[in-house]
């Protein structure tokens, strides 16, 4: 995975270009209304929506898996520490964050690494602490137009499977914690295949176990 990433950024460099993700913003204010001020960032890329954290007096730190998205994070937003690591493995992390913001990454793993990513996430983070997490929902376009692997689960390149999720599957990856919200928001693109907008799905949870 590390490879096909580090192709895009050396190929396409700020691939989402600089503004933040709209769910960034939203987050962010559910962040400032729970007394989130120490945030985990998985799969933080270059840097775009991390910066709007730190610039809010958020202590964030990043992990990512390409080196080269690393050094442009560091550039952008050298507020913000940043790991170049697997968020399949956070058990380098000694620290623990009051919340976790993460743009589209869940949803680049088969069921069995989601289940471990989500794992990984909730012993990150502390007792009532926040989790924010975007995903693609299955009224994107490109649902269903590649080969199947999983349960809508679906494989346009190879190594780079896509899940797409409806509202009842989000919340059963979450069913063992408190949801506090879930919604649908239209996120607008452009990365050289012209303006596009990705309908994805958000949900917020609190890490308080049953």
């Keep these: 995975m590390n490879e096909y990433w580090d192709k895009r950024y050396r190929a396409e460099g700020r691939i989402w270009g600089e503004s933040p993700s709209l769910t960034a913003e939203h987050a962010l204010e559910l962040f400032q209304l729970n007394n989130v001020w120490k945030v985990l960032v998985p799969g933080s890329g270059y840097g775009r929506n ?7 007096g958020i ?3 990043g992990i990512e898996i390409s080196p080269i998205a ?6 952008s937003d050298p507020n913000t520490r940043v790991y170049n690591a697997s968020i399949l493995d956070m058990s380098f992390l ?3 964050y009051d919340g976790i913001y993460c743009f589209n990454v869940l949803h680049l793993f088969r069921e069995e690494d989601r289940k471990l990513f989500i794992k990984q ?10 989790m924010f997490f975007t ?34 599957d989000l919340r059963e990856h ?8 879930t919604g649908i928001m239209e996120d607008p693109e452009d990365h050289g295949e012209g303006p ?14 049953k």
Excluded: W
């Excluded at 991390?50 to 809010?56: N, P």
């Excluded at 494989?155 to 409806?166: D, I, L, N």
């Design 135 to 168: 995903v693609f929902s299955e009224k994107e376009e490109s649902c269903g137009r590649s080969r199947e692997v999983e349960k809508n689960t679906f494989e346009s390149k190879a190594g780079r499977p896509v899940h797409y999720f409806t509202d009842g």
């Design 121 to 130: 996430c909730i012993d990150r983070v502390k007792n009532n602490g926040l």
């Design 59 to 61: 202590d964030v730190t």
């Design 94 to 96: 000694s620290e623990i």
């Design 174 to 181: 979450f069913k063992d914690i408190e949801i506090l919200e």
């Design 70 to 75: 690393c050094k442009m994070a560091q550039e």
């Design 196 to 209: 596009h907008t990705h309908i994805l799905r958000y949900i917020c949870v609190k890490v308080n176990l």
């Design 50 to 56: 991390t910066r709007l954290f730190s610039k809010s």
